[in-house]
């Protein structure tokens, strides 16, 4: 049996398939690091994730167009988390609260939505097509590549976008005054106030942006990963995507890393299940319990930093 | 007479949050059907009062099967209760509820033992099971710092592949066409509590008993005061002496075996074999309930009630008219989000204090008055 899968696992379409499961994550986790960046925690991923890839289905659906599809999600994860944002900011319900109730939209909401605008329940069956999926590209010089060429090449253009998009968080995190607000907001919100930073708008700023990358991530489940939607679609991914912040320690090189180890988790998932003699449903908690065991991990190594900090500095004290 | 219309207060804001949350339903509902008066009759009335050929009568039988409905939905939302009293977002009901009725469910086709006895431990050992379930999270909080939130979330999943592995591969009675388990011995199901076939069991009396001990456990004991006073304020709570981290790791401990409880409750007086493929959603609606009752156990059947009225509403409208029973996640979700709005209608209550406060003043000018003659 290990023989077997290792010679599943060591095969190129085996990590193209970790780089394609990672994607949707990845737009999550940066989702949830620009959020907890401003100090807000954003648990209604999951929901926004949902109920945009309904929505870039239906969008990609009516104009015939995978871009107005993309945008659309886009722009309707953009209006849900802001949504969140005048709920928990304005009138003060928790955020943790109106994130479960973004969630419970996304859970029953969206078959209730799908049933309204097209009369369909449960999936989206015959609404997509090939040619409004999201299309994949092949990069010139990489693809002739050997092995590298199978595994990076061949993409769908969002999952290249969501591994951009590391790169532009850490920008707009670490050198535009928008990350600086927006640090200085989630760090000590009183201070930022006392020097003229607008704590609501920033804040308001940091969810649209939260909710576009999952909107992104949605239509990206939707409209490439499963080809349409379907109601049990998300599967806790935007859970997922707030451990994969908290494990990368809130950075968006670390979220990274972490969504692509949660990625492999999944990859290995549908690999392992594919074995002989292997119960699919034990398989199927592995993402879940190494997102357990890497929350635990991170936890404890920060706990041993702080330790070995303080101990250092009752030393230089002494 | 400040508390009185301060309560008063309280009421009228959350009359507003739901009737808005219904106004939002109603939208829904004429966006959606083409026979909008008759959804929202079924909605609305349909639950209790059944109409046939324009006379109109209690219906006897969909009150039992709303009080039904409420048998898990009470235990999910005293979980709640008591696990967000103590300011932990602890969402892990729904794994625990699964857990919970599964393994009642093996302790009564498994074991033998007599009648009325068997029930109760197979009841004792959901709770314990589901007490171990909710210590991860909770040490895992307290011990390491780890979110309790995404934890119990990631826990959820894990609790039900699980359940589905052991209910698949090791357990499933093989002679019948869908997954399920043997059926329980007679001696562990829990009875039915009005003759005629329904489905409301003892379990009802169980759960409102249940609210009893736990309103007593709350507000009667210091161990819930403790978790109380943690949840107001943790650190006024650790410097004035409290063992926070017990107390917190307590608080979850027994919203897990009250989960526990709810599952096992409903899966021994529900059903004769177990089959729940997914998770229930008792959890989530567990949590609701308990943001309508405020944290509150002596509310919780009354929001268990409108909830599990709502329920039927919305599986009425869906049976006979064309709006998909999903309805209620829209409708939940913005009583959520207003009841939970702590500034919502705050120029009222603005409005309130200041008049108070005069009125206050007033009085003690005119007693001061009083007082220079």
Request: glycine share 12%.
């Amino acid at each position: 049996m290990w023989d077997q899968l290792l010679s599943t696992i060591l095969k190129e379409e085996f990590l193209f398939s970790v780089i394609r499961i990672t994607a949707p994550i990845l737009f999550a986790a940066l989702g949830a690091v620009v959020a907890s960046k401003a100090g807000v925690t954003n648990i209604g991923l999951e929901g926004i994730m949902m109920i945009s890839a309904l929505f870039g289905v239906l969008f990609s659906y009516w104009t015939q167009s995978w871009l107005v599809g993309v945008l659309g999600a886009m722009i309707v994860g953009i209006l849900l988390a802001l949504m969140m944002g005048f709920f928990a900011l304005k009138l003060k319900t928790d955020i943790i609260l109106a994130g479960i109730a973004v969630n419970m939209m996304g859970a029953g909401g969206t078959i209730f939505l799908l049933y309204m605008f097209t009369g369909m329940r449960g999936n989206t069956g015959s609404l997509m097509s090939p040619n409004i999926l999201i299309p994949t590209v092949n990069i010139p010089l990489i693809k002739d590549i050997p092995i590298l060429g199978d595994i990076l090449s061949g993409h769908a253009i969002l999952t290249y976008l969501a591994f951009l998009f590391v790169w532009l968080m850490w920008i707009l995190l670490y050198r535009t005054p928008l990350g600086l607000n927006i640090r200085a907001v989630g760090e000590n919100a009183n201070a930022a106030s006392s020097v003229g930073v607008s704590v609501l708008k920033i804040k308001y700023i940091a969810l649209a942006l939260s909710g576009a990358l999952a909107g992104f991530g949605g239509a990206f489940m939707s409209m490439y990963y499963s080809q349409g939607w379907n109601s049990g679609m998300v599967a806790g991914r935007g859970f997922i995507a707030l451990a994969a912040q908290a494990m990368g320690r809130g950075e968006p090189v670390g979220a990274m890393f972490s969504s692509l180890l949660f990625g492999l988790a999944q990859a290995l998932r549908t690999k392992v299940s594919g074995l002989q003699g292997v119960s699919s449903y034990l398989v199927s908690s592995i993402p879940y319990v190494v997102t357990i065991l890497g929350l635990v991990i991170y936890a404890a190594s920060t706990i041993k930093r702080v330790k070995k900090a303080r101990a250092e500095h009752s030393k230089a004290k002494a | 007479m400040k508390d009185k219309r301060m309560l008063g207060f309280e009421l009228v804001r959350g009359a507003a949050a739901i009737l808005l949350a219904l106004a939002v339903g109603t939208i829904f509902i004429f966006l959606s059907s083409d026979e909008p008066f008759t959804a929202l009759r079924y909605l609305l009335i349909g639950p209790l009062i059944s109409i046939k050929g324009g006379l109109a009568s209690f219906n006897t039988q969909g009150f039992y099967t709303i009080l039904a409905a409420m048998i898990p939905t009470i235990f999910t939302g005293l979980a709640v209760c008591v696990m967000f009293s103590s300011n932990q977002f602890n969402l892990a009901g729904e794994g625990v509820v699964l857990t919970g009725g599964f393994v009642a469910a093996l302790a009564g086709i498994y074991l033998h033992m007599n009648s009325g006895l068997h029930a109760v431990v197979c009841i004792l050992i959901a709770a314990v099971i589901g007490g171990i379930i909710m210590l991860v999270p909770a040490l895992l909080k307290v011990k390491l710092g780890a979110s309790e939130m995404v934890t119990s979330l990631m826990l959820n999943y894990v609790c039900m592949y699980i359940v589905l592995h052991y209910l698949n591969f090791v357990f499933a009675d093989r002679s019948k066409g869908s997954t399920q388990t043997f059926p329980f011995a007679e001696t562990a199901r829990i009875g039915s509590l009005v003759p005629g076939g329904s489905k409301l069991s003892w379990g009802f009396v169980a759960a409102l008993v249940f609210v009893v001990i736990v309103a007593l456990f709350m507000y009667r004991t210091r161990w819930g005061y403790a978790i109380r006073m943690i949840g107001i304020n943790e650190s006024f709570s650790k410097y004035s002496g409290m063992k926070v981290g017990g107390t917190i790791v307590l608080s979850q401990v027994i919203g897990g075996m009250l989960a526990g409880i709810g599952g096992s409750v409903e899966v021994l007086g529900r059903y004769s074999t177990f089959l729940w493929k997914e998770l229930p959603g008792y959890g989530w609606t567990g949590v609701t309930i308990a943001i309508l009752a405020k944290n509150n156990p002596l509310l919780v059947p009354l929001a268990a009630f409108f909830i599990a009225y709502l329920n039927k509403g919305c599986q009425l409208m869906a049976t006979y008219c064309d709006v998909p029973s999903e309805m209620i996640d829209i409708i939940q979700a913005a009583i959520f989000l207003f009841f939970a709005a702590e500034q919502f209608l705050a120029g009222y209550r603005q409005k309130i204090v200041v008049k108070n406060t005069r009125a206050d003043l007033a009085k003690v000018a005119a007693g001061a008055e009083g007082g220079a003659e």
